[in-house]
């Protein structure tokens, strides 16, 4: 990667990005190729399979590390696809602390699926950063966190987080699915790596599926490179595309995402039957400050408590007219669920468990208006 005092918008339109030079297509083409002819054996072009290489995304590679800050970017065909890679670098013996708020897909890939590889684990409150240093394992390698996190959009605080995993020898992972590189860089702040489920607001029309992998550890991107070809779970060309056309307008979407989370958290902390709000940076709450230093605003994603608890939660879930009761999040659509029941059950019993009172929103780009409207109705009625 180059530098650049190209701004965001810019950068998500043109790195890694120019005009086809065959035709002069100005939109990265979709190579809908599994394999390239090469002018004698072994010297090729520098692709040779679509599963090794391909230069849709390539480019999309190329464009997302650009956003995040980072040498190394690597596509996957899902969030968990790119975790799972990043996680094959343990050896048995090693220790991983996740943040006690995390993805349920997350929570379950670690705690049922890593561990077979004797790898450990540990939940640990991020928050409480004495006690992560006071009560380190020694054969941790990872700290794995997500900010704002999901479902309950903690915010922890990265750079203060790395400087601690850093001196006891170990790396920072952080999970940007619920910012984007738009509000937030985890590399720019200490984290080693960055991960994303790039079906959220970097695809942003729940119409594709993807992962993302960012470093600028150069031995650990190598790694990656590595297992990206010989697992290969990899994005197929279209998905590539319908990602990387996602990307050109991340900046103006997210924007308007921000703008009507506002307009739904000011309706929700004045409606009756809400007991709490949680929104990243919401004045008066634990790690607005924080908020306020690494994000450039708090995001589109929106959880809050009902006050009737379980039953009533659910209910609202299923009384709204624009938010779909749907499990994903970061589309131009809106969307409610219960996590409890939803994307975290596999939590359920779990230091990960989420209050059974929560609804989860994933606040669209509709008119502001509209949705709180929906909202307010939804509540009233129960």
């Known amino acids: 990667m180059t530098e650049s005092t190209d701004g965001f918008e810019t950068r998500a339109i043109h790195v890694g990005q120019d005009p086809e030079p065959v035709t002069g297509a100005v939109i990265t083409p979709i190579f809908q ?17 679509s599963r090794t290489d391909n230069p849709t995304r390539t480019a999309l590679q190329e464009a997302l590390a650009d956003l995040e800050g980072a040498r190394h970017g690597y596509a996957f065909a899902s969030g968990l696809a790119a975790e799972d890679t990043v996680l094959r670098s343990l050896r048995a013996g090693d220790h991983i602390v996740l943040g006690n708020d995390a993805y349920g897909g997350t929570f379950r890939l670690i705690s049922q ?7 450990t684990w540990e939940a640990a409150d991020l928050t409480d950063l004495t006690a992560l240093s006071a009560n380190w394992n020694p054969a941790t390698k990872i700290v794995w966190m997500e900010t704002p996190t999901n479902p309950l959009l903690t915010v922890f605080d990265i ?17 940007n699915t619920f910012a984007s590189p738009y509000l937030q860089q985890p ?4 984290a080693d790596l960055v991960i994303h489920s790039t079906t959220k607001y970097i695809g942003g029309h729940s119409d594709v599926v993807g992962g993302f992998a960012a470093t600028n550890d150069d031995d650990w991107a190598g790694d990656i490179k590595y297992l990206q070809n010989a697992v290969g779970a990899v994005p197929a060309p279209m998905d590539c595309f ?3 056309r996602g990307l050109k307008t991340l900046g103006v979407r997210m924007d308007r995402h ?6 739904v958290v000011e309706m929700l902390q004045a409606h009756p039957a809400v007991s709490t709000v949680l929104y990243p940076g919401l004045e008066g709450t634990p790690g607005a400050d924080i908020a306020s230093r690494q994000m450039k605003a708090g995001g589109g994603m929106v959880s809050f408590r009902v ?19 749907a499990e994903s999040l970061g589309g131009i659509e809106s969307l409610i669920e219960h996590p409890g029941v939803m994307t975290h059950a596999s939590a359920a019993g779990s230091p990960l468990e989420v209050p059974d009172d929560l609804v989860r929103l994933s606040v669209g780009i509709e ?5 709180v409207a929906d909202l307010n109705d939804a509540l009233d009625g129960v």
């Open 367 to 371: 008119t502001g208006d509209d949705l």
């Open 187 to 190: 590399i720019s702040l200490g």
């Open 113 to 119: 699926v890593i561990t077979r590889a004797g790898v």
């Open 159 to 175: 750079a203060a987080t790395a400087e601690i995993t850093h001196a006891k020898g170990a790396k920072l992972v952080v999970d």
């Open 33 to 49: 190729t599994s394999t390239y002819a090469q002018p004698s054996p072994g010297d090729h072009t520098g692709y040779e399979y």
């Open 258 to 263: 921000v703008q009507n989370a506002h307009q």
């Open 242 to 244: 319908l990602t990387l």
């Open 307 to 325: 006050a009737a608890g379980l039953e009533a939660a659910k209910a609202v879930t299923t009384k709204t007219r624009l938010f779909t009761l």
